[in-house]
């Protein structure tokens, strides 16, 4: 058999098992006429199913967390509610700040230099 | 008429209410689910805690990307495992003490069958097989997933998933075949 097909086999027959609500071990499905290898892995797979039944949690466990963990919804929200919404990031406000005083320099380096200009332009003008 | 689960999780970022009815539709999964892993209900309860805390903290950060909810909560409970046996230092083999001594066999040891002892032996095969083969036989068996779903909580296409099963069984076979011959 192709490892494909077995591949193939092995899903559809774990698929199989979850749809079945109780399996018993005395009871095998009928494998007549299967490859002897994939009827072993077929029979471990019922196996490992069997060995997994499915474990619940108490009651009293349960609604103890249900309670613990909504207390814990109560105070994060009322939390939230008193921080109010979120307030700029320490980076923003000093990234602003630094382009702010880069664009003031900016601004008084070009005016300082449009003024120089414009008082060398009125000397030449003088001295002609 | 039942609301969809994604408005439920968005409301549940702001509403306790909310939040409980997720907690009550996926609690005995969960429980299952490490309780598999581990092998004990006073781990089982302490990781269901954990997860569950875990999951409420970090609502804000789930996004619904194809990606439901369960199988975002199946991660968390899958991260408290490995943390806890990585914190505990406890290979996986160690669960099997706490198999061996259900409150059943304790009470009456004369009930221990040939059957009980076989199961045992494969319980302890499982437990030795890596972390991501145990998870997939839990996710199939105990949970009763899909392939298409497993591989969603595993983050792998569906081929790869029924691909793992397939090894996971030789594996698994071999395993027990050691067990036998030792």
Redesign the interface.
Known sequence: MR?EE???A??AH??Q??TVNSLS?HSPPDRGGQDPELG??FQ??E???????????SED??LK??T???E???Q??RR?ILIGPPKPRAELIIGAAVALVGGIAYLIHSYTRAARQVGKSGQRAHTA | MEEPEQLLVERARTDPAAFASLYKTYVDRMYNYIYQRTGSHADAEDLTARTFLRALVHLDSFVFRGVPFSAWLYRIAHNAVVNWYRDQRRHQVVTLDTLALSAQESERPEAVTQAREQERALLGAMHRLPAERQELLVLKFSEGLTNAEIGRVMGRTEGAIKSLYHRTLLDLRELLGKTKTD
């Open positions: 490892h077995v591949r193939e092995l899903a774990a698929d098992l979850n071990a072993a892995l471990l797979a196996r490992v199913k069997f060995a997994l039944a499915p474990a619940r949690p466990f349960t967390l249900l613990d963990l909504t814990v919804a109560r994060r929200m939230d």
